[in-house]
């Protein structure tokens, strides 16, 4: 059984460009939802994938986008960055419909200078 | 709007001894709730769950309560252990009404077990 594992895991850009983070889900699960970690805070939802769809989104605005691939892994895009996204990014992977446990990746820690 | 919160920022206890860590939620229509912790520079590591239907939920050295009436979960860790030093957070879920089983997360416990 393979974990979630997620690329890169930092990553330094400068404000205004775009970045894509990756990210592998757990073996056997067919949903993948992505959450920003600012300093101090708890994760915040950003969006789920389910079947190549999005299926559910949080309070972030559409410079945030994602994909979904048909092996269940998922990119988040953001465009326009700005400094306050300066954060650790993790992605989830579960089992759709399921009131189960979410299992993380390690994160991806952006700075954005 | 928190729904989720843990309004104890850091607990420090002694080796051996009970940790309790407390959460409160606002939405009924919560139904699971998670515990996670998290070492620095790691991603949140799935410690214990429990849905709405039970009372308390026990694995190993780690007990989860949830009184529903008061909208009150916590985290009982018997005995303590420096290694359980880290931050612990506190989640929350439901499907239905649209909501897709996104967690929604406290802001987190820091806890320190001093050897």
């Known amino acids: 059984e393979t974990g979630v594992t997620q690329s890169p895991t930092h990553l330094i850009k400068t404000r205004g460009q775009q970045v894509t983070l990756r990210c592998s889900s757990q073996?056997?699960?067919?949903?993948v939802s992505w959450y920003q970690q600012a300093l101090g805070q708890g994760p915040q939802f950003i969006f789920q994938y389910y079947r190549e769809e999005e299926n559910g989104r949080g309070n972030f605005p559409p410079r945030f986008s994602g994909l979904q691939f048909p092996n269940y892994s998922s990119e988040l895009n953001v465009n326009a960055l700005e400094l306050d996204d300066s954060a650790l990014y993790l992605c989830?992977?579960?089992?759709?419909?399921?009131?189960?446990?979410?299992?993380f990746g390690q994160g991806t820690r952006l700075t954005v200078v | 709007d928190q729904q989720v919160k843990q309004n104890s920022p850091s607990l420090s206890v002694q080796e051996g001894r009970i940790s309790i860590l407390n959460c409160d939620y606002t939405?009924?229509?919560?139904?699971?709730f998670l515990w996670y912790k998290k070492y620095p520079a790691e991603g949140p590591t799935f410690l214990i769950s429990i849905s709405s239907i039970k009372d308390k939920n026990e694995d190993g050295r780690f007990t989860v309560f949830l009184n529903k009436s008061a909208k009150h979960l916590s985290l009982h860790i018997v005995p303590s252990q420096p290694g359980d030093s880290a931050v612990y957070f506190c989640?929350?879920?439901?499907?239905?009404?649209?909501?897709?089983?996104?967690?929604?997360f406290g802001q987190g416990t820091t806890l320190q077990v001093k050897p």
């Open positions: 989830a992977s579960s089992l759709k419909g399921m009131n189960t446990e979410a299992f």
């Open positions: 939405n009924s229509m919560f139904d699971y």
């Open positions: 073996s056997g699960h067919n949903t």
């Open positions: 989640a929350a879920s439901y499907y239905g009404s649209g909501n897709t089983g996104k967690l929604i």
